[in-house]
């Protein structure tokens, strides 16, 4: 998993309450993502930063927020506005912009009932 | 619509077959074609990543093909063994400053003793 970890594996929340997944990367990478996956779909863009204290939206951003303070983190959050918020979710960096490659870490299952 | 599509869906060979993976995508610019193995609860791995004048690209028993022409790519899978049990994703950058990432929705491959 290349240096990207993320807490905790598994997640589980009960509907309405906020959730922190935390994503912590070594790898001096410049560019941080969250991507959603869900059974039979590919992943989906969330939230991703290309650089400390600016980020910008995804293609599925409602319902989430996520923070830039120091460049090995990007924590999200994952707000009672999500809809349907159980997922895996997946944390990637990349030294660059989105043409390079991206390092992905070992994802968090969040079940929320 | 920039679009990338893999077949089969899922697909299950005998241990020490070969297999070939198929990826049609339709992202205009391109810029790069990845394709990643997912073990089932964790994070995508890379296997190739080829740019446009690449034809060929190994990685061990995997070799991946890209003709840019009919925008078409497949990955080959020689000598499967039990440890190739996993979803394999192709992935498509489009070209621009954004580097907009297209991902397919994978291939689910079994591979029994």
């Known amino acids: 998993d290349g240096g990207i970890t993320q807490s905790p594996k598994y997640l589980f929340r009960k509907e309405g309450q906020n959730v922190t997944l935390s994503c912590e990367q070594n790898l001096n990478h410049d560019a941080m993502y969250w991507y959603r996956q869900d059974p039979g779909q590919g992943l989906r863009l969330i939230y991703y930063s290309q650089i400390v204290n600016d980020f910008q939206k995804g293609d599925i951003a409602e319902g989430y927020s996520v923070s830039r303070e120091k460049k090995e983190s990007f924590p999200l959050t994952v707000t009672s506005a999500q809809k349907n918020p159980t997922a895996f979710y997946l944390c990637?960096?990349?030294?660059?912009?989105?043409?390079?490659?991206?390092?992905f870490g070992p994802g968090t299952r969040l079940t929320v009932t | 619509k920039n679009q990338v599509e893999q077949s089969p869906q899922s697909l299950i060979i005998l241990e020490g077959k070969n297999c070939t993976l198929q990826c049609n995508y339709t992202v205009s610019p391109f810029s790069n074609l990845r394709w990643y193995k997912q073990d089932t609860g964790r994070g995508p791995v890379s296997l190739t990543i080829?740019?446009?004048?690449?034809n060929t690209k190994s990685n061990g028993r995997y070799t991946a093909t890209l003709d840019a022409d009919t925008k078409q790519s497949s990955l080959h899978i020689t000598a499967s063994q039990l440890s190739d049990s996993a979803s394999y994703i192709c992935?498509?950058?489009?070209?621009?400053?954004?580097?907009?990432?297209?991902f397919g929705k994978g291939t689910k491959l079994s591979v029994k003793p």
């Open positions: 992935v498509v950058t489009g070209g621009g400053s954004q580097g907009n990432l297209i």
């Open positions: 080829m740019t446009f004048s690449e």
């Open positions: 990637a960096s990349s030294t660059g912009a989105h043409s390079y490659e991206q390092y």
